[in-house]
């Protein structure tokens, strides 16, 4: 094959702002509302727990945000990121359609996160920040901001859901050779935690549930503050790095995308990969349907009701209008940890409303085959929760076998799955089983969202 199987850039073609898609929507996202007064929530109710760079950057409504360069100098490490075109898997699957993936993994965490750990953990920083503190699931954002954390002189504390630092050890261990300290969810370290503790020694924890126990334990000292891997606006603006330079690559490629498809947990790798495509088809310069790809045990876009609830499972933070399966919903252990939240990132969920975008859910062993054929086409083994968005674009090209169609596919390679192999290992035991939708814990959930007038 003399063909070119990847597309990079220079250093100096590498984007140096990030993209805000609220810039070009025909209507505003709705605010987020203090739980109390209901009111639109202000600076000041972030202010405990976020800088105030990044609150900016939450309701800013700039088209551009430069990205500073001492955030460039620690994306220098890895970035560009490559896009391949998978013509082995292509040939595999016999289809006229062509394949390209944006691959995130070869950052220092193994994933898209670090592209927000990064200016998290400077913006805190440079606001003379001492601490920060998060949750993780499946062990990414919390290896990312630990790496950030370094970068920038930063402590960190994380929150690791009980379930994932259990079965995965080597992620715990990643995060402490990046020098943080690590707790398992719930722990003793926090009085959430401790009274969840008290009620369940066994509880296995959530996302929800570490989320709350971070953000206590920052909203206690003005030394320390809380990061975020995803749904806040900030979190996908900074996501959008990925977008801008596969633009320009598949301009190198000379392809337009006809498809593009990412997984969604909270949405930051899908808005980070499709908001500057977004744009572009919103300036009428490209038409390419955009799709969200969701665990069937998790389905918060697809199943999910549109209503302002909690981000976290203890009803701490700001009521935020979004998909949502209920704040105090916890999702059966699929191995996608990362696809794990009861919610979907505000803007996406308001995108999803307005149409730009449509959405699917698939089972994990239907992802987890899509995930084997890929690594043993192109040499790649994805985490588990890419797996989703190569079952959806894998079908998506033998669909075109039947039709003829010479569909442009762009898929969201967010992360590798060389600590995931516990994952890979219960799928090839044949250990690994579906979930059924959860409807009765789903409607239970539901009942106990906030009331809030319309
Ligand atoms: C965290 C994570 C996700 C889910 O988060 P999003 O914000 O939806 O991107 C997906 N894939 C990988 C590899 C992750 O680390």
Redesign the pocket.
């Known amino acids: 094959m003399s063909e070119p199987l990847r597309y990079l850039l220079n250093d100096d073609e590498v984007p140096t702002a990030w993209y805000n898609l609220v810039a070009d929507l025909p209507a505003p996202p709705p605010p987020a509302l203090h739980p109390g007064t209901l009111q639109p929530a202000g600076p000041d109710d972030f202010a405990p727990l976020f800088p105030m760079e990044l609150i900016m950057q939450e309701v800013t409504t700039d088209r551009y945000v430069d990205i500073p360069g001492e955030v460039m100098d620690v994306y220098r490490l890895w970035r560009a990121t490559p896009l391949h075109r998978a013509r082995r898997l292509e040939a595999a699957l016999g289809t006229p359609a062509r394949i390209y993936y944006k691959y995130?993994?070869t950052s220092p965490?193994?994933?898209?996160?670090p592209n927000t750990a990064v200016p998290q953990a400077y913006y805190n920083a440079a606001a003379g920040v001492r601490k920060l503190t998060t949750e993780t699931?499946?062990?990414?954002?919390g290896t990312?901001l630990a790496f950030a954390c370094q970068m920038f002189g930063l402590e960190c504390e994380v929150w690791q859901v009980r379930a994932s630092y259990d079965q995965k050890p080597y992620r715990r261990a990643m995060m402490q050779a990046f020098g943080a300290e690590v707790h398992p969810s719930p722990s003793d370290a926090t009085e959430y935690g401790r009274s969840l503790l008290a009620a369940d020694p066994d509880n296995p924890g959530s996302l929800g549930i570490a989320i709350s126990e971070a953000v206590e334990v920052a909203a206690q000292d003005p030394e320390i503050r809380y990061a975020l891997?995803?749904?806040l606006n900030h979190?996908?603006m900074h996501?959008t790095i990925i977008g801008e330079e596969a633009l320009l690559q598949m301009a190198k490629a000379g392809d337009t995308p006809d498809l593009i498809i990412?997984?969604?947990?909270?949405?930051?790798?899908?808005?980070?990969l499709s908001f500057p495509f977004l744009r572009e088809k919103l300036a009428g310069n490209m038409a390419p349907v955009v799709r969200a790809v969701e665990p069937a045990a998790c389905p918060s876009l697809t199943r999910g009701v549109y209503a302002y609830d909690f981000g976290d499972t203890a009803g701490t933070t700001p009521l935020m209008k979004m998909h949502t399966l209920g704040h105090d919903f916890i999702p059966d252990p699929i191995h996608?940890?990362?696809?794990r939240?009861h919610g979907m990132?505000p803007l996406i969920s308001h995108v999803y409303e307005l149409g730009l975008i449509e959405a699917e859910a698939i089972n994990q062993t239907d992802c987890f085959a899509a995930g084997v054929q890929f690594a043993r086409t192109e040499g790649i083994v994805?985490?588990?929760?890419?797996t989703h968005a190569l079952a959806a674009t894998i079908a998506e090209a033998l669909a075109c076998r039947e039709t003829g169609e010479e569909k442009v596919i762009l898929t969201?390679l967010?992360?590798?799955?060389m600590l995931d192999m516990a994952a890979y290992d219960r799928y090839f035991e044949g250990e690994m089983v579906d979930y059924d939708y959860p409807v009765e814990q789903v409607e239970a959930a539901l009942s106990r969202i906030p009331q809030v007038p319309a």
């Open positions: 995130e993994g965490a193994g994933s898209h996160k699931g499946a062990g990414q954002w990312a891997g995803s749904v979190v996908l996501q990412g997984c969604t947990g909270g949405g930051s790798n899908f808005a980070g996608a940890g990362g696809l939240y990132s994805p985490a588990p929760e890419p969201a967010c992360g590798h799955g």
